[in-house]
């Protein structure tokens, strides 16, 4: 009986966790956009730019190991990655095409992740070079395993005088839902395990009154 419980447990368990997802944008047409938009349940929502009015960019590019459509947000702009359920996820990696065209200096992107016990992670990735360039945001160790009920992406300005932008592409992610029948399940096998220990108790009184 032990087993069957701790093996039904395990497999209603297993099964509440998604299979990851990867955000490619690829559903999507090119050209600017305002407003959020949604794909595989993660909707995706970009500030707007105060100088156009316009909160994202879908389009194509080539660089690195990436191409085709990708998301690009404003300087001083940030996006926001969350599940369109409100559910907790957890993020791999994604990857960042950086635009810095203009004087030498560095570009980031800072990165928050808000976690859904409450708290924060940080992380960022930055360009030095003058043309656009490719790079891997790979989440750490500290970010695995780790509940997520958001991410924010954020734009600083780039050097002065400059031209700068970023596109985002291929987020993995997983969702991590915790449905209501895990609860009441697990409601549920305390409920039977009290059963026992009651029904054992009878049993023993029991054979104490038959050998009195």
Same mark, same amino acid.
């Given at each position: ?24 944008? /690829?559903?999507? @047409? =090119?050209?600017?956009? !305002? %407003?959020?938009? &949604?794909?595989? #349940?993660?909707?995706? $929502? ?57 004087? /030498?200096?560095? @570009? =980031?992107?800072?990165? !928050? %992740?808000?976690? &859904?016990?409450? #708290?924060?992670?940080? $992380? ?66 305390? %409920? ?21």
């Amino acid at each position: 009986m032990k087993k069957i419980l701790a093996l039904f447990t395990v497999g209603l368990l297993g099964s509440s966790f998604s299979q990851a997802a990867t955000i490619d944008f /690829e559903e999507f @047409l =090119s050209g600017n956009g !305002t %407003g959020s938009i &949604a794909s595989q #349940g993660y909707v995706l $929502t970009a500030s707007t730019n105060p100088n156009t009015n316009t909160d994202y960019t879908i389009g194509t590019i080539s660089a690195g190991n990436t191409s085709g459509l990708s998301y690009g947000w404003c300087p001083d702009c940030t996006a926001t990655l969350e599940t369109s359920a409100g559910s907790p996820f957890s993020i791999f990696s994604a990857e960042i095409l950086l635009f810095n065209f203009g004087p /030498e200096g560095t @570009l =980031s992107v800072d990165v !928050t %992740g808000y976690l &859904a016990g409450g #708290g924060t992670l940080g $992380t960022s990735i930055s360009s030095e070079s003058t043309e656009l360039e490719f790079k891997m945001l790979m989440f750490g160790p500290e970010w695995q395993g780790q509940i997520l009920e958001k991410i924010v992406f954020g734009l600083p300005s780039g050097p002065a005088g400059g031209s700068t932008a970023v596109r985002i592409d291929n987020i993995i992610v997983t969702a991590v839902p915790v449905p209501a029948a895990v609860w009441l399940f697990g409601s549920g096998l305390a %409920g039977l395990a009290g059963f026992r220990r009651l029904v054992r108790s009878w049993g023993s009184q029991t054979q104490a009154a038959l050998h009195s």
